[in-house]
């Protein structure tokens, strides 16, 4: 038994660490909230290890090196004959985007990397459906976002190339047609079933574009655009459950956009936590209503990193051990 004078001392400190641990306390490290029953699993690009990885939602924390269970599945070109002819050796250097969608019955990540690979792959075989590259080696384009149409056709956004290109991908796996749209620092893509537009986001304006022609010649023509509130459009997404609204990301916040109104909105649940400086990705769940999110942190390899994927409603962070994150979205696969 200890002396009741240290038995004091003792319940002080830990007291005072109980404080520190609790959310929002000074200091506090991240908590991390268990995920609720229904939780969807985590898509994420991994610059770190050149993967794409689908994690285990259940989970709050994913260690892949001490436990592969974590990770669902895997993507990358790398030694893959199936993509060879996309030379990724160069051109996958910073995967940074991918995002699920169903199409004739089967299941696809779209995925780009920043020096020029762009593909969609079937899941979970891995399988080619279309594979191409923008400048493969350089960043002269950039891939940032992909979108799978109705045609089978795929559209690619070059941030650096400042368009967004139609492929022909109906019409073979590799090198096919496409149509460009000339669009500033073109950064996210979305499409819209019910207004049979692809919504394209670039540095200072949302465009909705009109795909024309055939499915073996695509034309790309703009439909509607208007002005972003605050510059530098990054991510944009479609708000699960409300076909009206668009996530939209700025260099300074997050927004919704409501196609109705024709109007960037910031009533959303959460707005005040959710909406930050520099979000790579958003997203929500319609089913538990959870919204994930990812930031830049400081201290890791590149400035767009992070290791963690931040959720709201309520909080919580995933965290990937060594990971390098740029964006993450719940495996909500979208038909189209």
């Known amino acids: 038994m200890r002396p009741p004078r240290v038995r004091i001392v003792m319940a002080a400190l830990l007291g005072v660490l109980g404080l520190?641990?609790?959310p929002g306390a000074p200091g506090a490290p991240a908590v991390a909230a268990p995920a609720p029953p229904g939780t969807p699993d985590v898509l994420l690009t991994d610059q770190a290890?050149?993967?794409?990885?689908?994690?285990?939602?259940a989970r709050v924390g994913w260690d892949p090196a001490t436990d592969p269970s974590a990770v669902k599945w895997a993507f990358s070109p790398l030694g893959d004959a199936r993509y060879a002819d996309l030379r990724p050796a160069v051109s996958w250097v910073h995967p940074d985007e991918a995002k699920v969608r169903t199409h004739r019955g089967r299941t696809y990540v779209l995925t780009t990397a920043s020096y020029g690979f762009a593909a969609v792959v079937e899941y979970p075989s891995g399988r080619r459906y279309w594979g191409g590259t923008l400048s493969p080696g350089t960043i002269r384009h950039n891939p940032h976002s992909i979108e799978l149409l109705p045609d089978g056709n795929v559209a690619v956004a070059g941030s650096t190339g400042d368009v967004v290109r139609l492929y022909a991908a109906s019409q073979g796996p590799g090198e096919v047609p496409f149509a460009s749209y000339t669009l500033d620092d073109a950064h996210g893509l979305q499409w819209d079933p019910e207004r049979r537009v692809l919504w394209a986001l670039g540095g200072d304006r949302l465009v909705a574009l009109r795909a024309g022609g055939t499915a073996a010649r695509p034309t790309l023509g703009v439909a509607y655009e208007i002005p972003l509130p605050t510059p530098h459009g990054h991510d944009l997404f479609q708000v699960a459950g409300r076909p009206d609204r668009l996530w939209v990301t700025?260099?300074?916040?997050?927004?919704?956009?409501s196609k109705s109104r024709k109007a960037f909105v910031r009533d959303f649940a959460g707005a005040a936590d959710i909406s930050r400086a520099n979000v790579k990705a958003v997203g929500n769940d319609p089913v538990t209503g959870r919204v994930a999110s990812t930031v830049p942190e400081s201290g890791l390899e590149e400035t767009w990193w992070t290791r963690n994927v931040t959720v709201h409603r309520p909080g919580g962070t995933y965290r990937l051990v060594n990971g390098g994150i740029y964006k993450a979205r719940w495996w909500l696969p979208v038909r189209v």
């Open 49 to 57: 290890s050149k993967r794409i990885l689908l994690l285990d939602g």
């Open 20 to 22: 520190l641990c609790l």
């Open 250 to 257: 700025t260099g300074t916040e997050v927004l919704q956009y």
